[in-house]
Nanobody
Framework: QVQLVESGGGLVQPGGSLRLSCAASGSIVRFTTMGWYRQAPGKQRELVATITSALYTNYADSVKGRFTISRDNAKNTVYLQMNSLKPEDTAVYYC????????WGQGTQVTVSS
């Protein structure tokens, strides 16, 4: 069974940057769409960005121009480079892979605060 392990969250000041990583245990993910979602306290989980196996990307309007999603199929890993972070980006960030009914990572906390 494929498992996802996320890393890279933390505390950063407004305007700062973080890079999230999500490593999958199975190579099947290289043939699927991978993505990042986030959930802030009291809010529903929302799409941040996705990337297909053909490297087509999609972003939420709120992060366009600031976040970049990428993947390394040799490492079965998807990344989220987050620049110009804002306090409203504070959330738990989850990796998602379209395998079976969908797989989720355990989540990594991103806190943007001065």
């Amino acid at each position: 069974q494929v498992q996802l392990v996320e890393s890279g969250g933390g505390l950063v000041q407004p305007g700062g940057s973080l890079r999230l990583s999500c490593a999958a245990s199975g190579s099947i993910v290289r043939f699927t769409t991978m993505g990042w979602y986030r959930q802030a306290p009291g809010k529903q989980r929302e799409l941040v960005a996705t990337i297909t196996s053909a490297l087509y990307t999609n972003y939420a309007d709120s992060v366009k121009g600031r976040f970049t999603i990428s993947r390394d199929n040799a490492k079965n890993t998807v990344y989220l480079q987050m620049n110009s972070l804002k306090p409203e980006d504070t959330a738990v960030y989850y990796c998602h892979v379209n395998v079976g009914s969908g797989l989720w990572g355990q989540g990594t906390q991103v806190t943007v605060s001065s």
